[in-house]
């Protein structure tokens, strides 16, 4: 199936290290969002790419998280000396035209889950 | 900013009963209101949009409807079956170029009980 895919799908890392997250969006979708959801909570905006615009990063919650997305295509998300604040799992989501296009849903990947130790 | 609204964390009903979930706003109206449904473990999963100037939504069981004037969507489920239970995310679409303008509430836990 040609569906959003997120890897690894588990990470466990210790305080203090860095990590890459990976998402490979359905192929031809110009927008790509990432989110975080705490267990129980609801999704929390981190980073909105759409074509070739500047990304919009107002959502990423500390100078640790940064992301690119490499030919408009596979994004990673990175975070530096990682927290047990950071445990969550983070989910990517690519869409065909990006938010304010009619019937331009967003398709989720599975999110990887982070735990931090 | 936004500020989005789901009823209650979590519903339970009985099974054939009719599910109404509720997604209330503040502000503006959105361009488009999305559904989505997220199982345990798995990402959210889009079910069902409808525009601003659309009244209702159709699609087998479910049911949307879009009120700008109680700034509120409806979401209904007939025939419930316990295969339905899951969390419901309301998703608010404010349209625009260049920023996100993609905002989720926080979603309903539905059971459906057999």
């Known amino acids: 199936g040609a569906g959003v895919s997120q890897s690894p799908s588990n990470k466990v890392t210790e305080k203090g290290k860095d990590v890459e997250l990976r998402c490979d969006p359905i192929s031809g979708h110009t927008a790509l969002y990432w989110y975080r959801q705490s267990l129980g909570q609801g999704l929390e905006f981190l980073i909105y790419f759409q074509g070739n615009s500047a990304p919009d990063k107002s959502g990423l919650p500390s100078d640790r998280f940064s992301a690119e997305r490499t030919g408009g295509s596979v994004s990673t998300l990175t975070i530096q000396r990682t927290q047990q604040e950071d445990s969550a799992v983070y989910l990517c989501?690519?869409?065909?035209?990006?938010?304010?296009?009619?019937?331009?849903?967003?398709?989720f990947g599975n999110g990887t889950r982070l735990t931090v130790t | 900013s936004q500020k989005i609204e789901q009823n209650s964390e979590a519903l339970n009903i009985q099974e054939g009963k009719t599910a109404t979930l509720t997604c209330n706003y503040t502000?503006?109206?959105?361009?488009?209101l999305q559904w989505y449904r997220q199982d345990p473990g798995r990402g959210p999963v889009f079910l069902l949009l409808?525009?601003?100037?659309?009244k209702e939504k159709r699609k087998e069981r479910l049911k949307v409807t879009f009120d700008t004037t109680l700034k509120q969507s409806l979401f209904h489920i007939t025939a419930s079956q316990p295969a339905d239970s899951a969390t419901y995310l309301c998703?608010?679409?404010?349209?625009?170029?260049?920023?996100?303008?993609?905002?989720f509430g926080t979603g309903t836990r539905l059971t459906v009980i057999p």
């Open positions: 502000n503006y109206s959105p361009a488009y």
């Open positions: 409808i525009r601003e100037n659309e």
């Open positions: 998703a608010l679409d404010m349209q625009g170029t260049g920023a996100n303008n993609l905002f």
């Open positions: 989501a690519s869409s065909l035209r990006g938010a304010g296009s009619y019937n331009s849903p967003l398709h």
